[in-house]
T-cell receptor, first 112, second 115 residues
Framework: DQQVKQNSPSLSVQEGRISILNCDYT??????FLWYKKYPAEGPTFLIS?????DKNEDGRFTVFLNKSAKHLSLHIVPSQPGDSAVYFC???????????FGTGTRLKVLA | EAGVAQSPRYKIIEKRQSVAFWCNPI?????LYWYQQILGQGPKLLIQ????????DSQLPKDRFSAERLKGVDSTLKIQPAKLEDSAVYLC?????????????FGPGTRLTVT
């Protein structure tokens, strides 16, 4: 039972353009969402998070949008840079649990 | 601030052999997680410790996997005996506290190949 889904395994974007990575979830108890970036041979690193009381959180070039009714979140990267090329995971957690459930990841390639 | 340390970085063993992985979390982090990441999938939680007590090990294959966190700091994850399907990257992560509102810090992982 895949509670967190990233349906696009890969995405290619031109440098300077917007990258949009999507994530869907099925568990309505999830109330905290995170995005991680992973380079080869490294562990995932935290990028940005959002609580369910918000619908948008921004940090520099990175913005996460949450649509609770659709159980959907997205990560926008503007402008995209070649150094953003990595695998991006979304993760979700529910209050009262201690678990982070991860999606399968989307490989982003930013073309120079 | 030193990050999460893991060793070894790579390990190749034959099936039915045993293997152990070590993790040292960020100083002061009470919560420690072990994940298994199979190629093409997201990290899957195996076990979570709060200090030296187990919070969740519901997805740990207890017939072959074991983990401990002595003194609430370092942790070891052991597989005995290994199977081919255990080939994966084993990630350790730590947070300041329990629950889902803390940022997790990951180590570089141990890539295990079982032949």
């Amino acid at each position: 039972d895949q509670q967190v889904k990233q349906n696009s395994p890969s995405l290619s974007v031109q440098e300077g353009r917007i990258s949009i990575l999507n994530c869907d979830y099925t568990n309505s108890m999830f109330d905290y969402f995170l995005w991680y970036k992973k380079y080869p041979a490294e562990g995932p690193t935290f990028l940005i998070s959002i609580s369910s009381i918000k619908d948008k959180n921004e940090d520099g070039r990175f913005t996460v949008f949450l649509n609770k009714s659709a159980k959907h979140l997205s990560l926008h990267i503007v402008p995209s840079q070649p150094g953003d090329s990595a695998v991006y995971f979304c993760a979700a957690s529910a209050s009262g649990t201690y678990k982070y459930i991860f999606g399968t990841g989307t490989r982003l390639k930013v073309l120079a | 601030e030193a990050g999460v340390a893991q060793s070894p970085r790579y390990k190749i063993i034959e099936k039915r052999q045993s293997v152990a992985f070590w993790c040292n979390p960020i100083s002061g982090h009470a919560t420690l997680y072990w994940y298994q990441q199979i190629l093409g999938q997201g990290p899957k939680l195996l076990i979570q410790f709060q200090n030296n007590g187990v919070v969740d090990d519901s997805q740990l294959p207890k017939d072959r996997f074991s983990a401990e966190r002595l003194k609430g700091v370092d942790s070891t994850l052991k597989i005995q005996p290994a199977k081919l399907e255990d080939s994966a990257v084993y990630l350790c992560a730590s947070t300041q506290g329990p629950g889902g509102f803390y940022e997790q810090y990951f180590g570089p992982g141990t890539r295990l190949t079982v032949t």
